[in-house]
């Protein structure tokens, strides 16, 4: 959404996310490593571009990336368990993500969530000087700073998101609704995040908002696979997403919510529980395999099973194909099958070799073509 905003100013602009490095439209054929950081903005340049829009690992930031490619707009969207088995604890990973903060500009604009309280640490280690941006959804409660741009409504559909926007006079006039291609309250969030972070960057307001609202969704990122039942493929494989994700099925659908899902291997053992814990609003479960790596299957979704202690209607099976198979054929009608985790990735991780498997081909094979791809994907 960012980079789209930004392309109003001047193309191409480079984006560099988990999913890739991306030169406009263009997909960058470079490794995913510094090296190809380094080829993308060397031909972002020779192509006359002057922007970048950076997804940053918190890793990275620990590792003192911006402090060698210091950002011009940092934005932090939120805080919720992850990477312990990096970070080792909750402050050490806000720690990290202030490192963005800290390293900004004088001249630089920091866009901060305004409802979500870890903001307020962030802001008392941004330089002083720096412009702050808050936005906010009124959904997520009682904002800790008052918000220069809100969401003051949110509504989702199977076609996409509405958003009924307001903002404070200093930000200057903003679109009163924009409607998104994306799906989930989560994309409303992020929309206010990216229409901040362009006005602040010198987008004219709508220009930026049209960008946004024309932004296809990420692939993976709540995309219809098919309906009757519907059939989500969704990247979540944090606690808080998967809380996001089913809410957003949930929200759409009175029919039985499945999700089949599992926990990758080798690493952040301590949120499988919290995994599990958030799987709980689902009607049933299916435990099956994501990448284990070296770590043995069963052992990782018995890490998963104890935060689903009560629940009545868990299913087992360490075969990814095996466990989708087995949550379409037990869903029909209006229910929803959420395949969680693993997004886009076409290639399973076992014992360090890499295996083909894409969920949405193996939804394909097993339905034949026979669903509805919804009009609104590509």
């Known amino acids: 959404m960012v980079a789209n905003a930004l392309g109003c100013l001047q193309q191409p602009v480079a984006r560099i996310t988990s999913i890739g490095a991306y030169l406009g439209s263009e997909r960058m054929d470079v490794p995913r490593s510094y090296a190809g950081l380094i080829e993308t903005m060397r031909a972002v340049l020779q192509r006359g571009g002057r922007y970048a829009a950076l997804e940053l690992a918190s890793w990275s930031l620990a590792q003192g990336f911006v402090q060698a490619w210091p950002c011009q707009v940092g934005v932090f969207t939120n805080l919720t368990p992850e990477h312990m088995d990096i970070h080792g604890s909750m402050e050490n990973y806000l720690a990290a993500k202030t490192q963005l903060f800290i390293n900004l500009p004088e001249t630089g604009i920091a866009v901060l969530n305004g409802c979500d309280p870890a903001s307020e ?6 330089p002083a000087g720096t412009r702050i941006i808050y936005y906010g959804a009124a959904s997520r409660g ?18 996409g998101t509405r958003l009924r926007l307001s903002a404070a006079a200093g930000l200057g006039p903003v679109p009163l ?8 309250e989560i994309y409303a969030e992020n929309a206010l995040a990216a229409l901040a972070a362009a006005i602040g960057a010198g987008v004219p307001a709508q220009l930026a908002a049209d960008a946004i609202a024309a932004t296809a969704p990420p692939p993976g990122r709540f995309e219809i696979l098919g309906q009757a039942p519907w059939i989500v493929l969704d990247y979540a494989h944090t606690p808080d997403a998967i809380c996001r ?47 284990p790596r070296n770590e ?4 990782i979704i018995e890490d998963i099973r104890l935060g689903l202690q009560g629940h009545r209607e868990v299913s087992v099976n360490p ?20 395949l969680a985790g693993r997004g886009p990735e076409t290639h399973q991780c076992v014992r360090d070799a890499w295996h083909p498997m894409c969920d ?15 009009e609104g994907w590509t």
């Open 121 to 126: 640490a962030i802001a008392a280690v941004t």
């Open 319 to 338: 075969d990814r194909r095996q466990a989708i198979i087995a949550a379409l054929e037990a869903a029909s009608g209006d229910d929803v099958v959420v």
């Open 142 to 159: 009682q904002p800790w700073h008052a918000l220069d741009i809100i969401a003051d409504e949110v509504a989702v559909s199977w076609t």
């Open 177 to 184: 609704e924009l409607t998104l291609r994306a799906i989930g």
């Open 296 to 299: 043995d299957p069963l052992a």
């Open 245 to 291: 994700t089913l809410a957003t099925a949930r929200r759409l659908s009175h029919g039985c919510i499945s999700i089949v899902f599992g926990a990758g291997g080798d690493r952040d053992r301590p949120k499988r529980k919290l995994m599990g814990q958030a799987a709980m609003a689902a009607d049933r479960v299916f435990l099956t395999s994501d990448n």
């Open 360 to 374: 949405a081909d193996i939804v394909r094979e097993i339905i034949g073509g026979a669903a509805m791809v919804h």
